[in-house]
């Protein structure tokens, strides 16, 4: 009888730090996985500031395209060219802070994936210490009931 409890606890004791090493390994994939969504939406912020600042570049080109085309054809920047100018320039500028917007958002969701990772780690860890726990004190119940009925 003493063997068979001993050999019971014994294997309730390995299941215990298994089930304990299981929640700690949830929790560090969680801190891996924010970590790596962290690292990823600062690239896609660094996208996002490059796409915008490649359309600024672009929107000044085509700006003085336009002034170019203006001033070989004999005209003036005043009145509707000016306007013509002005809007190309505003357009332009709303489509660069767009996609820049867009990217940011795109990391924001990164971001907040990262932290779910992180937030679902750390219950798993929780859940395997009240499983290890759990199982530790039912076996440890049905070892007294056992010993107690061959008593």
């Known amino acids: 009888?003493?063997?068979?409890?001993?050999?019971?606890?014994?294997?309730?004791?390995?299941?215990?730090?298994?089930?304990?090493?299981?929640?700690?390994?949830?929790?560090?994939?969680?801190?891996?996985?924010?970590?790596?969504?962290?690292?990823?939406?600062?690239?896609?912020?660094?996208?996002?500031?490059?796409?915008?600042?490649?359309?600024?570049?672009?929107?000044?080109?085509?700006?003085?395209?336009?002034?170019?085309?203006?001033?070989?054809?004999?005209?003036?920047?005043?009145?509707?060219?000016?306007?013509?100018?002005?809007?190309s320039a505003k357009n332009f500028e709303l489509d660069a802070l767009t996609s820049e917007r867009n990217y940011m958002v795109n990391a924001t969701n990164i971001q907040n994936r990262g932290i779910l990772a992180e937030y679902e780690g750390k219950v798993a860890k929780k859940n395997a210490r009240l499983r290890a726990f759990g199982s530790l004190l039912g076996t440890a119940g049905q070892s007294y009931l056992s010993y107690k009925k061959n008593a």
Do not use: C, P, Y
Not at 19 to 35: F, L, R, V
């Open 1 to 87: 009888m003493f063997w068979a409890l001993a050999a019971l606890a014994a294997g309730e004791g390995l299941k215990f730090a298994s089930t304990w090493a299981e929640g700690n390994e949830a929790e560090e994939q969680g801190k891996i996985a924010k970590s790596q969504a962290f690292q990823e939406a600062e690239a896609v912020k660094m996208s996002g500031r490059d796409e915008a600042l490649q359309m600024r570049h672009e929107a000044e080109r085509f700006k003085a395209s336009q002034i170019a085309t203006i001033s070989a054809n004999g005209g003036m920047l005043t009145g509707s060219a000016l306007l013509v100018v002005a809007e």
